[in-house]
């Protein structure tokens, strides 16, 4: 469908964008009905069908105008939701936080955009890896730019961590399906580019490994619930990064569907408990799952398919992704100790929610919340389906790149046990190893603060003295330099002026008063002066003649 | 020699209108004497149509010393004009006066004496249009019989008698040195006679006629008659006489040029025009405030006279000039009639208690100044050419301060108008009328005028 008449742009759908449309769609409902539940008002479900809808556009978008569009309202919408509790400054700081940490990111894609009009004489997706040599990479890294920035990889990952101060079904729906998602599904759509640039793919696939390893680790420190979910979000998106650089999107698109089912299950139950219990600490969870059995059950779900434990879903997607990046063992390694770790972390939660302990009543949870849990649960049970060979195989067709290997099965295998072990470890240690490093989210937000914030701001202000004092001040020197050349010449020539203007008016007063003196009224006197000027006027005549 | 009278057609209406009103006046019961002014209103307008019939004829001279030509023929009509429209400024103040019809029969028999003397191209019929233009006038201006107009009726009467016996004594040197009276005589015989004597029989006839114009020397007259005699009798002194004394002068100056002519005129041109807004700037008496007004407008209407002969936008200047000068004149002294009122206080918010009234005044003050469109700014535009065209850049630098100077007084009239009311306004809607055509006549003259100029 086009919108111009003559623009080349529209929105369309292909196997990608159907995908991504049924699985918005379905997340979207879960967490629609789950907020009914918690009783929002008009304006929560008002901003999130926009959340959702620019987010629709954005992956159905065939060129960088709509995208772009689609793009920003999603990104505005974010800021609107984060921020939902206008009335609690931190939220809404933390709203900003986030808005301009992805609007900052988002200038590559600005600059993409103009690069792809300079090189490639197109704005459509399909003709970008076409464009002239430097147009293409400078393309390439400003869409990579924004799409990590959008994805909360490494270095912009804490602005997901202020994220969390949102209300949980937003956490649910920005986690899963929208937002973190469309950076995936952008550098997943263009591949091609990616591929073509030579060097585009590597950067993404070991940004995407390193942010799924060191944020992993991060997840891992975590005490809190959300934040946990939140660093294992950037994780996972990391581990879909990763696919779409090592030439693997069917995996990880595969991968971004079933973590979408997981995070937003795992969201949604972090938001009943929150409800329930009023905390999301770790430590004040303890046994939590035990007091709900089918919230605990989704919980438990959710929780093992994130650790990647088989039969569950993300164990397969994973699986197929790291089998893309069989070409590197670098990138394999540390893609399987990611593996280990988002394996640990999930554990950590486990732990955490089924640890047992004594007393606590059943927790009442309404219906319309537990209800959204158990498809989410399925979901994301049943869908390793996808990496079974038939299925895979139409998947892959769904996709557009039906050469893309499967995993061996030694990789299955291997990723499988590792992640039994490291949960059965755990389980049997009951002692996580935290490093402390990563509690802070590896202190990026202060890192950000400290190298462009703050630099930003003493700039600012070091231009509004200049401003003040150079260009303000010249401003005003030149008026009171006005002034005073005013006042010199109101004082020396005005008085000159205006005393010859006086003078000339005596004068002429004078010489009035003069000329009324022959009018005297008496006849002699005019008689002589009479005779008196006729006398010098004979004088005149003979003179001129 | 032409003898046809009816080449006088003209003033043999004028005359023949005089006598009728002398007559009438006789017979008539005392309170009801309107058809003596009638019979002169009529005289005045049968008058102007043979002067408008004649101008349409080419020029002759009749009785070899009555020139009928251009010169004539504005004369003519401008002085019925003036005398039509100051007849019926009159007729208001003097109706059922015990002798209304002899004041419209001398206004007639002086007008009769100033077309003579602006047509007369000989030096003994110049004396006896003199005569016969002032001696009516002496007995106007005391026609109130009151002391103001006694008093001015007198100087006029003295001042005129010495200014006359010196124009005698100019006549009688000049036709002795010149041996002739008439113009083409004078001109070949005043070209070999002695300069001194020419120079100072030029001077002793100038008197007279300067005199008649109201300019220096001869101007003392013209503050004290204008204060002192009634308004409709100040606006026929300072309008009509001045017309055929400058027709006089230019005929003079054109037909026999003699030495020093154009330096002589220049010099009285220049001294009467400042000494006139000199005068004017202090005066709060508005008639007063127009006598000076008028000895400046005397001073500029000089200036064509001095550059008779010497520039051919001479003649066209004066005449224009002239016509202008007293359609002016008259609308501010009808202005002043109508007002009733003398001193310049009294014309406070004279612009919202009479709206036609005030506006004719501010056009015709902005006239006398020779703002455009008005009759004047046309006349002093032609009077500047010819000064720069007869080579006297000088006598019209002067000509420009003494209008720039002018602003002044006439302004100082104008701004009492726009204030707030002060008293009831004047009716006298004779008087309003009259001042109102003058506006408009003014406002008419000056834009054909300008049209005419620049075509």
């Not at chain 1, 937003?170 to 591929?195: D, K, N």
């Not at chain 1, 099965?409 to 389980?427: I, Q, R, Y």
């Not at chain 2, 834009?447 to 075509?455: K, Q």
């Amino acid at each position: 469908m086009t919108f111009l008449p003559g623009w080349p742009g529209g929105l369309a759908v292909d196997g990608l964008s159907a995908v991504l449309l049924v699985t918005l769609g379905t997340v979207l409902a879960a967490v629609l009905v789950f907020a009914a539940g918690e009783g929002y008002g008009a304006r929560f479900f008002g901003l999130m069908l926009l959340f959702a809808a620019a987010m629709a556009v954005t992956v159905t978008a065939t060129d960088l105008v709509l995208l772009l569009m689609g793009w920003e309202v999603m990104g505005a919408m974010s800021w609107a939701l984060i921020g939902y509790e206008w009335w609690d400054a931190r939220r809404v700081r933390s709203a900003g936080v986030a808005f301009l940490t992805t609007r900052a990111a988002d200038m590559g894609l600005y600059a993409a955009a103009g690069f792809a009009v300079a090189g490639a004489h197109s704005l459509r997706l399909d003709d970008l890896a076409a464009a002239g040599a430097p147009w293409r990479d400078l393309i390439a890294a400003g869409l990579v730019v924004s799409a990590l920035g959008k994805s909360a990889q490494l270095p912009f990952s804490f602005w997901l961590s202020r994220a969390m101060d949102g209300p949980s079904p937003v956490s649910a729906l920005l986690h899963s399906a929208t937002m973190v998602a469309a950076g995936a599904y952008l550098l997943i759509r263009v591949h091609p580019l990616l591929a073509a640039t030579g060097w585009a793919a590597t950067l993404a696939a070991w940004a995407g490994a390193v942010t799924a390893l060191v944020l992993g680790a991060v997840a891992l420190a975590q005490r809190d619930l959300k934040q946990l979910l939140a660093a294992s979000t950037c994780a996972q998106i990391g581990f879909m990064v990763l696919g779409a650089g090592t030439g693997a999107p069917a995996g990880g698109t595969a991968h971004l569907v079933a973590h979408a089912a997981v995070k937003s299950l795992l969201f949604l139950c972090a938001g009943v408990w929150l409800g329930v219990l009023g905390t999301k600490r770790l430590d004040a969870l303890q046994g939590a799952a035990r007091r709900h059995r089918a919230v605990g059950a989704a919980f438990g779900v959710g929780a093992l398919a994130l650790a990647g434990v088989p039969p569950l879903s993300l164990w397969v997607t994973k699986d197929e992704i790291l089998a893309g990046a069989g070409g590197s063992p670098a990138l394999l390694v540390v893609g399987f100790a990611a593996s280990v770790l988002s394996a640990a972390y999930a554990a950590k939660a486990l732990l955490a929610a089924f640890r047992p302990m004594g007393g606590g009543g059943v927790l009442r949870v309404p219906f319309a919340q537990s209800a959204p849990l158990v498809p989410l649960a399925f979901a994301a049970a049943v869908l390793g389906v996808l990496g079974l060979p038939p299925v895979a195989d139409a998947w892959r067709r769904l996709l557009g790149v039906p050469d893309e290997s499967g995993p061996g099965p030694w990789t299955v295998a291997l990723s499988g046990a590792l992640a039994l072990l490291t949960v059965g470890a755990v389980m049997v240690v009951r002692r996580i190893p935290e490093p402390a490093w990563a509690l802070h989210w590896l202190w990026l937000e202060d890192a950000a603060s400290a190298v462009v914030v703050r630099p930003a701001f003493a700039t600012a202000r070091a231009l509004a003295r200049f401003d003040d004092r150079v260009v303000d001040g010249a401003v005003k020197r030149v008026a009171r330099g006005g002034l005073a050349v005013a006042g010199l010449a109101g004082r020396r020539v005005e008085f000159r002026v205006d005393g010859l203007v006086a003078a000339v008016g005596r004068a002429a007063r004078a010489l009035g008063a003069l000329a009324r003196r022959p009018q005297t009224g008496q006849v002699h006197l005019y008689y002589a002066q009479a005779a008196v000027v006729l006398a010098v006027l004979v004088v005149v005549a003979v003179l001129a003649g | 020699m032409n003898e046809n009278p009816a080449d006088l057609a003209p003033e043999l209406c004028v005359l023949a209108a005089a006598v009728a009103g002398l007559v009438a006046g006789m017979f008539l019961p005392r309170a009801r004497q309107w058809p003596a002014p009638a019979a002169c209103s009529a005289g005045l307008v049968a008058g102007l149509a043979f002067a408008g019939a004649a101008a349409a004829r080419p020029g002759l001279t009749a009785f070899d010393a009555f020139s009928v030509d251009a010169i004539t023929h504005v004369t003519r009509i401008t002085v019925l004009g003036s005398t039509l429209a100051v007849v019926l400024l009159a007729a208001g103040p003097v109706r059922g006066h015990p002798r209304e019809s002899e004041h419209h029969v001398l206004i007639l028999l002086s007008a009769l004496g100033t077309i003579m003397l602006g047509a007369s191209s000989d030096l003994l019929v110049l004396v006896a249009a003199y005569l016969l233009a002032s001696v009516p006038a002496y007995a106007l201006a005391g026609f109130g019989k009151d002391a103001p107009g006694t008093e001015a009726a007198l100087k006029y009467y003295l001042m005129g008698a010495l200014l006359g016996v010196f124009m005698l004594g100019g006549v009688t040197l000049l036709s002795g040195v010149g041996r002739g009276t008439a113009y083409p005589v004078l001109r070949t015989g005043l070209a070999g006679a002695p300069p001194a004597a020419v120079a100072a029989g030029l001077v002793a006839l100038l008197a007279g006629l300067l005199f008649k114009a109201g300019a220096v020397p001869g101007h003392y007259w013209v503050p004290d008659v204008t204060e002192g005699a009634p308004p409709a009798v100040a606006a026929y002194v300072t309008t009509v006489p001045k017309i055929g004394a400058f027709a006089a002068l230019y005929r003079f100056g054109a037909e026999i040029s003699p030495d020093g002519w154009p330096v002589l005129l220049a010099v009285i041109a220049a001294a009467t025009m400042t000494l006139g807004n000199l005068a004017a700037f202090g005066q709060d008496n508005v008639r007063r405030l127009l006598a000076y007004s008028t000895v400046s407008q005397a001073g500029y209407l000089l200036v064509p006279v001095a550059m008779a002969g010497r520039s051919d936008l001479a003649r066209p200047a004066l005449l224009y000039f002239v016509a202008a000068y007293a359609v002016t004149n008259l609308g501010a002294f009808a202005v002043v009639v109508a007002a009733g009122r003398d001193d310049l206080a009294g014309y406070a918010g004279l612009l919202r208690a009479s709206p036609l009234l005030g506006l004719s005044l501010v056009v015709c003050l902005l006239g006398f100044v020779g703002t455009p469109p008005t009759a004047v700014f046309v006349g002093k535009v032609l009077m500047f050419g010819a000064a720069l065209d007869g080579d006297h850049a000088w006598l019209a630098a002067v000509a420009a301060v003494n209008t720039v100077a002018s602003v002044f007084y006439y302004l100082r009239w104008i701004v009492p108008l726009f204030r707030r009311p002060s008293g009831p306004p004047p009716p006298a809607r004779g008087a309003t009328a009259i001042a109102a055509a003058a506006a408009l006549l003014s406002l008419a003259l000056g834009i054909a005028g300008g049209a005419a100029l620049a075509a």
